[in-house]
């Protein structure tokens, strides 16, 4: 991953990976819509289609609450846009969904753009698209602009931030969910923290995603993980 403050990438290539998250500079489109604000966050909702506010306010919530408690408590506010269309890359990369932390704003494909661009292949590990796992590229993205307002200064990577937006999509999907892409994928989780690197995500998303799941949920880590990591105390792959 390149030396850019710029933007975060949900994307699915159309064979193998089922998560993918690259910096890139993308432009965001003209967007005409009318927003709403969600009630208990501080997130507006950007959408022609009413019936994604609810599931959008949904996953801020929990998203929010989750890492509230985990303690990364600073709020930031953030602009959520649902779209119809995004960016492609070469190579049949799909974007579903990106954070751009310089403007503090997320774009996610709608609920029937993203079932249509998974039509030909199937999304998530295997597993088809359904309104819980569209909702968790929402937490993802969500965790990704939180996680990002909640480092020290000097202790920011993407890494860690990828580390923090993973764990947090794993640990809000429903149970079944998670089960199912963890009996498809199965490994050890990171044994050490140096394992974990942008190298490593980039060459193989979905495998990273399980292992870093897969080690947070040791009690030796968890929330206390999240602590080390937006202090600088714990410094992963330094790739910004």
Do not use: W
């Not at 751009?100 to 609920?111: A, N």
Request: glycine share 4%.
């Amino acid at each position: 991953m390149g030396k850019s403050n710029f933007k975060y990438f949900l994307s699915f290539p159309v064979f193998a990976l089922c998560f993918l998250f690259l910096l890139q500079v993308f432009c965001i489109p003209e967007v005409s819509a009318s927003s709403e604000k969600c009630a208990d966050v501080d997130v507006e909702v950007f959408t022609e289609i009413r019936d994604d506010i609810p599931f959008v306010c949904h996953a801020a919530e929990k998203t929010f609450a989750f890492l509230t408690n985990a303690g990364l408590t600073k709020r930031v506010p953030i602009k959520v846009y649902i779209v119809e269309k995004m960016k492609e890359r070469p190579l049949g990369n799909l974007y579903l969904g990106m954070y751009e932390r310089r403007h503090k704003r997320i774009m996610v494909l709608s609920y029937s753009s993203c079932r249509k661009r998974c039509k030909e292949g199937e999304c998530f590990c295997g597993l088809k698209l359904c309104r819980n796992l569209h909702s968790s590229i929402i937490v993802h993205e969500i965790a990704h602009a939180i996680a990002h307002a909640n480092f020290h200064a000097e202790a920011h990577n993407s890494t860690a931030e990828e580390y923090i937006a993973y764990t947090t999509q794993f640990a809000l999907l429903p149970n079944e969910l998670r089960q199912k892409i963890l009996t498809r994928i199965k490994n050890n989780g990171f044994g050490h923290e140096r394992e974990i690197t942008s190298l490593f995500h980039d060459l193989s998303p979905s495998v990273f995603a399980v292992k870093a799941y897969r080690h947070f949920l040791r009690p030796e880590n968890g929330a206390m993980f999240y602590m080390k990591l937006i202090s600088g105390k714990c410094k992963l792959d330094m790739d910004d």
